[in-house]
């Protein structure tokens, strides 16, 4: 007696994998991308929170410099000295577009001058958005 598969066989099966593969890679695609976005976002929310709350307890200006590659907290006076950094978006591979890509906050925690700021981050077809006030609050945009 002679063990093993036909090649009719084994060409179903090839073809039933390939089928469920083309139909779920769509799916992981953008649950991947919808997970790269969050994450990117909840980072860059975290990074202002604390350059914000920095401002606060040294009593001191801060700026704030958002970039696709790094974010970058520098508190201002006769002598600049960045003192918070963290890797951007592109880390993740998302996209970054920010309405002003520099911004600064009071002593008090409040924004100074035009801190209003919308960035949109954004990967394949997952997409979401954070906007700055002259509060100083950051919040996500639905």
Request: aromatic residues 4%.
């Amino acid at each position: 007696m002679v063990r093993g598969f036909t090649l009719i066989e084994v060409l179903t099966v090839v073809v039933i994998i390939g089928i469920l593969a083309a139909v779920g890679t769509p799916r992981v695609v953008k649950t991947l991308d919808r997970l790269a976005v969050g994450r990117a976002m909840n980072e860059t929310i975290a990074f202002y929170r604390t350059a914000r709350l920095a401002a606060v307890l040294s009593g001191r200006r801060v700026r704030i410099e958002f970039s696709p590659d790094d974010l970058r907290a520098v508190f201002e006076g006769s002598s600049d000295s960045t003192f918070l950094v963290a890797s951007g978006p592109a880390t993740y591979g998302v996209s970054l577009r920010v309405s002003r890509p520099v911004i600064r906050l009071q002593a008090t925690g409040l924004g100074l001058g035009g801190a209003n700021t919308k960035l949109v981050l954004r990967r394949g077809a997952a997409a979401d958005s954070l906007a700055t006030s002259r509060l100083g609050r950051i919040r996500r945009i639905r």
